[in-house]
């Protein structure tokens, strides 16, 4: 039996057609992006196809008038509250059952979003090779996750689907508001696309390459789009269509005066229910004990770093002022320094010493630091010169993080624990991922159970970008290391 997808009244085709493909809905927002996708959705689900809905903004819910899907996530819409810790098994269960899922990610930080995706997703990519039957892949903002010019572990993931799930039986679905912002080589691979309006100029210019008409004919045609109307492209033919109206619940509609009812929803049986919450509870117990333990040892790993931080402090201090004794010829300001640190260490607590005493000190410090610098061959000072040039090149925010990090060498920290203390949201952290700064060396980054931790790693940069220099010298090194800091303040 034919299964016919009706999508406007201009065109209907197979289900079959779908299968392994990769699609493409573009355009602005308000151009009817989400209605096409919504629509094509209904008449998959007519045949109980599964997939799994990356739902961004908590829109799709709304399917539930009429199909039985299990919504996962944190908003008040979700069958079941998950964390990313449960994304695998959720994965498992939706894939191995056929149960199609909506993963409601409204609830969830940028930072957790990605890593239960990156989960999810590597755990369905691995299933669909064991069971190698059709299932649909649906992703939301696209341009987030499968950036143009950017290289991630989910991008990579996504972008092995889009380009060869089809032999694992894995089709997906992209939507985006930015064409131009989405990885080329995916929307290169795209079968079936639905083009909407877009006014961008960027965005135009992908249309331009996609479409086989002239750049000016492209222009004309885009521009005379309504809302719900689309260019639908596909086996290198065209034309213009307007997609129905979806038949189920609106989740997305944008708010008003008038009430809006909710009509009733489509439940997922209690069987499954019952045993993903099973699974659910299991791992936030687990979870809740190892967080315990983590953080118990974070904490007293933390007070040891301060303790040794500490020590190296005042013995670096002490080897310094050895040294300015003798090169900077002062015996004033030495005597000075050494009463002032017998002053400084005392039974292991700081005493208060006269501030007008600190600040020539701490001019003195600078003095023999730049003395020593100074001293360093044309070459070295070049290859340091060359190092801040790259460094000065990143983005504010990736340089603001390098500058905390490096003052609280050699402790690591999340994104959201960074914007805690410095001038950006977590967002815009999260955005501006050092991954520049990472392939450097100058900052290390390791997954944890709760996302990425970054750390400082200048010292053992300094030992490698210049031990072709000082093979066998700890003393220039710390040098380096010393002016990169004082640099990067």
């Known amino acids: 039996m034919t299964k016919l997808l009706k999508i406007s009244p201009e065109i209907s085709f197979n289900l079959e057609k779908i299968i392994g493909r990769c699609i493409s809905i573009l355009g602005i927002r308000g151009s009817g992006k989400t209605n096409t996708s919504s629509v094509i959705l209904e008449e ?41 810790e449960h994304a695998r098994q959720i994965a498992a269960v939706s894939i191995s059952k056929n149960i199609p899922v909506i993963l409601d990610m409204s609830g969830f930080l940028y930072e957790d979003t990605y890593e239960f995706l990156l989960n999810y997703m590597d755990e369905i990519w691995n299933l669909a090779g064991r069971f190698r039957k059709p299932y649909e892949i649906v992703l939301e903002e696209a341009h987030e996750f499968i950036p143009q010019g950017t290289k991630n572990d989910l991008k990579e993931i996504l972008t092995r689907i889009a380009l060869r799930g ?33 006014v961008h100029p960027s965005d135009m210019k992908v249309y331009k390459e996609i479409l086989p008409i002239s750049p000016k004919e492209v222009s004309v045609l885009i521009s005379t789009l309504n809302v719900g109307d689309c260019v639908f492209f596909f086996e290198n033919d065209y034309r213009v269509i307007h997609v129905r109206e979806r038949t189920t619940f609106h989740a997305g509609f944008t708010p008003s005066l008038k009430a809006v009812k909710v009509p009733k929803l489509k439940l997922v049986s209690s069987e499954i229910l019952k045993s993903i919450k099973s699974l659910t509870k299991t791992k936030v117990k687990e979870k809740s004990e190892l967080i315990k333990l983590q953080k118990e040892v974070s904490e007293l790993k933390n007070k040891l770093d301060e303790k040794e931080k500490y020590i190296q402090k005042l013995e670096a201090d ?69 190092i801040l040039n790259r460094i000065w090149k990143v983005s504010k925010p990736k340089q603001e993080m390098l500058r905390f990090l490096v003052n609280r060498h050699p402790q690591p920290y999340t994104y959201s624990e960074m914007a805690e203390w410095i001038n950006y949201s977590e967002s815009t952290l999260y955005k501006h991922q050092p991954t520049e700064l990472i392939k450097m060396g100058i900052i290390t980054r390791e997954r944890k159970h709760d996302g990425y931790h970054y750390a400082s790693n200048i010292d053992e940069f300094v030992t490698n970008e210049f031990k072709v220099y000082f093979p066998n010298s700890e003393n220039e090194k710390q040098i380096i290391t010393n002016y990169l800091k004082e640099k990067l303040q």
Request: charged content about 30%; aromatic content about 6%; glycine content about 4%.
């Open 318 to 386: 002490i080897e310094t002022l050895g040294k300015i004794s003798v090169e900077v010829k002062q015996p004033e300001m030495t005597q000075l320094t050494k009463a002032m640190i017998e002053q400084f260490i005392t039974n292991g607590e700081t005493r208060n010493i006269d501030s007008e005493k600190i600040n020539n000190f701490n001019e003195l410090l600078e003095e023999t630091k730049l003395i020593e610098y100074d001293k360093l061959p044309n070459n070295v000072k070049k290859h340091v010169d060359k």
């Open 44 to 84: 998959i689900l007519k045949y109980k196809y599964p997939m799994t809905i990356v739902d961004i903004d908590g829109e799709y819910w709304g399917l539930k008038e009429k199909y039985e899907l299990l919504v996962v996530g944190k908003s008040k819409n979700v069958d079941i509250n998950v964390n990313v």
């Open 166 to 198: 089809r032999k694992r039986g894995l089709g997906i679905i992209i939507l985006s508001q930015r064409s131009a912002k989405v990885e080329k080589d995916v929307l290169t691979q795209a079968e079936i696309l639905f083009l909407h309006k877009v």
